[in-house]
Each structure stands twice: as C-alpha cells, then as structure tokens.
C-alpha cells in the first residue's frame, strides 16, 4: 500500500540546519506533487512548500530564502534542507503528497505521520 514516510527530524539551535525526508513507497502511478506541511503548537497547519513532478516550487513567506525543497523522482523522495533555523520553525513537519496509484486515474491526497522539529533559542 502507499505510505509516506519522514526522516530527519530532531532538536537544534537557532541558526543551524536540519534536514528533512520523505519517501513514498508502494504501488505509485505518478506524484504530481510533494511536499511539506507544518503544525505548531496553538496554530493551525500551514503549507512549508511543495514540488511539482515538472520541478516547480513554492514557499510560505516565513521560510523562502531559508529553506530549499528538493526531489529525487527516482527513489520518490523529497528533502528539505532548513537553514538559519528560529525557534518559530518548531513544530510537527507532515510530508504530503497528491499521487496516483498504479493503473489508477484518480488523484489522491497522502500524509506522512509527522516528524517534530524543535528548534532552541
């Protein structure tokens, strides 16, 4: 069956980098895109950014210029490389992705389980 599933989550300071993973796995027709979301304390969740299979990227204001998204169709991974990192980065880090499954037209929506990042001052 199709998962999503992260890697790379964890504690570091402020101005420091982290790096995130997700890989999707299981019987995949295509991924028309991937990214992340993220889910602080007290907030609602909110788009990080995304990737498109064509390499098109977007980002929340709060994080272009820090963060890069990345994809490697081959494995069906994304990376996000987080730099100068602010304790307003912490949170639940959910990979999502909008996919097909093999032999299916259907577009559907996938969530990872989540990955905490914190981040100290």
């Known amino acids: 069956q199709v998962q999503l599933v992260e890697s790379g989550g964890g504690l570091v300071q402020a101005g420091k980098s982290l790096r995130l993973s997700c890989t999707a796995s299981g019987s995949i027709g295509g991924i028309n895109a991937i990214g992340w979301y993220r889910q602080a304390p007290g907030k609602q969740r909110e788009l990080v950014t995304t990737?498109?299979?064509?390499?098109?990227?977007n980002y929340a204001n709060s994080v272009k210029g820090r963060f890069t998204i990345s994809r490697d169709n081959a494995q069906n991974t994304v990376n996000l490389q987080m730099n100068s990192l602010e304790p307003e980065d912490t949170a639940v880090y959910y990979c999502y992705a909008i996919l097909r499954k093999s032999g299916d037209l259907r577009w559907s929506n996938y969530w990872g389980l989540g990955a905490q990042v914190t981040v100290s001052s």
């Open positions: 990737i498109t299979s064509g390499g098109r990227t």
